[in-house]
Nanobody, 123 residues
């Protein structure tokens, strides 16, 4: 079992920046790809970004490409999401996710989810 805990969500003005963190605990010796998803009110959960177990080949949804950066510190079992140029439409609960492979995470085949952290972007 792997437990994921997100932090860093808060209220921010449009154009601002925010960094989310996800700390993994439990069976972290198993190599998992990691990612971030988000769910806005009344909408389905959607993919945001994913990164391989080794921290290579970050992949992004078109809606965040060029604004968000995913990174990984395997030694600290932490994944981060740096969000710049935030827009009101980025408002959502952001979830950390772990899956067997990066392409599985991108496809939504997730083994473990975090509880989520709220990001609210005011206009």
């Amino acid at each position: 079992q792997v437990q994921l805990r997100e932090s860093g969500g808060r209220l921010v003005q449009a154009g601002g920046s925010l960094r989310l963190s996800c700390a993994a605990s439990g069976r972290t010796e198993t190599p998992y790809a990691m990612g971030w998803f988000r769910q806005a009110p009344g909408k389905e959960r959607e993919f945001v970004a994913a990164i391989t177990w080794s921290g290579d080949s970050p992949y992004y949804a078109d809606s965040v490409k060029g604004r968000f950066t995913i990174s990984r510190d395997s030694a600290k079992n932490t994944v981060r999401l740096q969000m710049n140029g935030l827009k009101p439409e980025d408002t959502a609960v952001y979830y950390c996710a772990a899956g067997a492979l990066q392409r599985a995470v991108i496809a939504g085949r997730i083994d473990y989810w975090g509880q989520g952290t709220q990001v609210t972007v005011s206009s």
